[in-house]
């Protein structure tokens, strides 16, 4: 009986997260937790290293990707708009580029991933997993909103949810510093 019971709320909470999309999974920094520093970055492509303390008073957006995950992949056209959109506005988009398999680790293939997809704004190579441990992830994609104050406000899994996340970013610009 105990193991039925146990099967059910495992089923529920499944359910229930992939119904919202933004759940909080366990082990993710909890929505109003302070957004974990990057760390242990190999390189960063498109910018110079940077820092959540620099970053404080914008919105920013951390994606986790791979290059040749076909969720990250179909995510980018969001993620790109997004920079674009709303980039001057107060919006910084950070793509964590984490591998899945060892020849992503190449920083040329990296490279060459990011001009295909048409990405500008930085990545962080984080062929360690520092940053992804950093932040208890889990997945990809996966995508961090955090606030002006540099809290995580939003996390989302996997593709989808897209006008939701839209909205969200909508709404942490215009919030008063």
Not at 54 to 63: A, S
Not at 144 to 164: P, R
Request: hydrophobic share 40%; proline share 4%; charged share 20%.
């Amino acid at each position: 009986m105990l193991f039925r019971l146990k099967n059910l709320a495992i089923t529920t909470l499944l359910l229930a997260t992939t119904a919202t999309g933004s759940a909080a999974f366990a082990g993710s920094p909890k929505n109003g937790g302070t957004a974990p520093e990057f760390t242990g970055i190999d390189k960063w492509l498109n910018s110079d290293p940077l820092t959540m303390q620099q970053l404080r008073g914008k919105v920013v957006l951390v994606d986790f990707w791979t290059y040749t995950c076909i969720n990250c992949i179909n995510t980018l056209p969001h993620i790109r708009s997004w920079n674009q959109k709303y980039k001057d506005q107060g919006l910084t988009v950070i793509g964590v580029h984490t591998p899945e398999y060892s020849f992503e680790r190449d920083t040329d293939n990296v490279k060459a991933a990011i001009k295909r997809f048409g990405i500008t704004y930085p990545v962080a190579q984080d062929n360690r997993y520092a940053t992804w441990g950093a932040y208890n992830n889990q997945y990809w994609p996966a995508v961090y909103l955090i606030d002006k104050k540099g809290q995580v406000v939003y996390s989302h899994f996997g593709e989808g949810n897209y006008a939701e996340i839209e909205a969200k970013i909508q709404a942490l610009l215009a919030q008063k510093d």
